[in-house]
């Protein structure tokens, strides 16, 4: 175990407290997601930059660093799909069934809001987004895995790793999100700038949310395309 690889494991590690603090009702467990989640993507993008540049490169850091990202993502849409789904959403109303409380209180419910010319637009996270996303994370891993037995290596293309910026960005407007309209409940709207704060966290998580979104239908046609030869060829 070399220190890339520690910093995998604590990413690991550390998802199940980003799934368990945005969901407590409390300003500063949600400050605490949020400033976890800096920490958890500093150290995803140092554990790769440490293991090239100083030759730390195993097996096992092969192993560990995918699935460490794969488990981030999914544990991070737990929260923000409980807090940020639509009302009446069908799927978190099968969830509920099995909950306690049955229902989602109404004060729990975060949707991005984006205050203009008067008006506040609200922008939720539909179910059908988060099986986009996660379900192209599963359709790439068995992609590859596939291609690498027939000896082809897919390498990330540019919108990918676009794609991955932005869906940071969208994950932790997110989380800080979370923390704004928790404040936002408790009245504080008076101080100086709140306004431009929470109207500007609330924009640039719509914004990278539909622009991730937008990416990841691309990239993944992008793969298909480009690599359907592989796929098509008899074995």
């Not at 203009?116 to 996270?125: C, E, H, S, T």
């Not at 991955?164 to 928790?182: H, K, L, M, N």
């Not at 500007?200 to 719509?206: L, Q």
Request: charged content about 15%; proline content about 5%; hydrophobic content about 55%.
């Amino acid at each position: 175990m070399n220190l890339p690889n520690w910093l995998t494991v604590g990413r690991i590690a550390f998802t199940p407290l980003l799934i368990w603090l945005p969901l407590q009702e409390d300003a500063g467990y949600r400050l605490a997601a949020f400033v976890l989640f800096l920490a958890v993507a500093v150290t995803d993008y140092y554990d790769g930059m440490l293991a090239r540049t100083r030759n730390l490169v195993t097996d096992l850091g092969k192993m560990l660093d995918p699935l460490a990202d794969k488990l981030l993502l999914a544990g991070t849409f737990i929260p923000m799909f409980w807090l940020q789904s639509p009302a009446g959403d069908a799927v978190l109303g099968w969830f509920q069934g099995y909950m306690d409380p049955p229902i989602r209180d109404v004060l729990s419910h975060y949707p991005f809001v984006i205050s203009f010319a008067g008006a506040d637009w609200r922008v939720p996270l539909p179910w059908w987004v988060v099986m986009i996303v996660l379900g192209r994370e599963v359709a790439m891993t068995l992609m590859r895995q596939f291609a690498a037995r027939r000896g082809t290596v897919i390498a990330a293309i540019y919108a990918a790793k676009l794609k991955a910026v932005f869906q940071f960005i969208w994950i932790g407007a997110a989380y800080f999100w979370f923390f704004v309209a928790t404040v936002d409940r408790i009245d504080v709207r008076d101080r100086v700038g709140w306004d431009w704060i929470a109207n500007g966290v609330g924009a640039i998580g719509a914004f990278c949310m539909i622009l991730s979104v937008g990416l990841t239908l691309y990239s993944m046609g992008v793969y298909l395309v480009r690599f359907r030869k592989i796929f098509t060829r008899a074995g």
